[in-house]
T-cell receptor
Framework: SQQGEEDPQALSIQEGENATMNCSYK?????LQWYRQNSGRGLVHLIL?????REKHSGRLRVTLDTSKKSSSLLITASRAADTASYFC???????????FGEGTQLTVNP | DTEVTQTPKHLVMGMTNKKSLKCEQH?????MYWYKQKAKKPPELMFV???????INESVPSRFSPECPNSSLLNLHLHALQPEDSALYLC??????????FGSGTQLSVL
């Protein structure tokens, strides 16, 4: 069964705008990760935030984690057409073995 | 080398066939994974190998049989599949508690 839900399911924005995606999960976690997938092929890791961290940055990406609300958000700033993809959050259970994906957000960035 | 290599990229098989999917990594990762992904859905965990031993089997039907011959290789043996098993099969590897590196997947069609 899937761990989390993502919101929104689909997001369409113009180049240069910011995109925010949200993820909720149900159980205790070791860390939360965000992945990107183009055209149904392999997933690419974007960023990992541990359960004792609240915010993390990587280039144009900013991730927050609120373990009390069991939620995370991914912000992509100054979006580009090349950012068009599906974005998934994934939670690693505390045992460290099972990484479970949320439903994903389909992001479309229009030129 | 930061790649996970999956072969074949595409596979079409009949319900009576036996085939195998192969996955290879040379990053020294001690955990390897099989995920199944249907179109417009998130990846679903099937199996996890940790230090070459099967640590998680997500109640996958026995027509799917995983094998980890050594720390760099992961196979998925397929036998008597059903049309509903048609999907993208993704292999991944990681160090414990860290991000996953995914292969580009095998697109499987069962006729």
């Amino acid at each position: 069964s899937q761990q989390g839900e993502e919101d929104p399911q689909a997001l369409s924005i113009q180049e240069g705008e910011n995109a925010t995606m949200n993820c909720s999960y149900k159980t205790s976690i070791n860390n939360l990760q965000w992945y990107r997938q183009n055209s149904g092929r392999g997933l690419v890791h974007l960023i990992l935030i541990r359960s004792n961290e609240r915010e993390k940055h990587s280039g144009r990406l900013r991730v927050t984690l609120d373990t009390s609300k069991k939620s995370s958000s991914l912000l992509i700033t100054a979006s580009r057409a090349a950012d068009t993809a599906s974005y998934f959050c994934a939670t690693l259970e505390t045992s460290g073995s099972r990484l479970t994906f949320g439903e994903g957000t389909q992001l479309t960035v229009n030129p | 080398d930061t790649e996970v290599t999956q072969t074949p990229k595409h596979l079409v098989m009949g319900m009576t066939n036996k085939k195998s999917l192969k996955c290879e990594q040379h990053m020294g990762h001690r955990a390897m994974y099989w995920y199944k992904q249907k179109a417009k859905k998130p990846p679903e965990l099937m199996f996890v190998y940790s230090y070459e031993k099967l640590s998680i089997n997500e109640s996958v039907p026995s027509r799917f049989s995983p094998e980890c011959p050594n720390s760099s290789l992961l196979n998925l043996h397929l036998h008597a599949l059903q049309p509903e098993d048609s999907a993208l099969y993704l292999c991944a590897s990681s160090q414990p508690y860290e991000k996953l590196f995914f292969g580009s997947g095998t697109q499987l069609s069962v006729l």
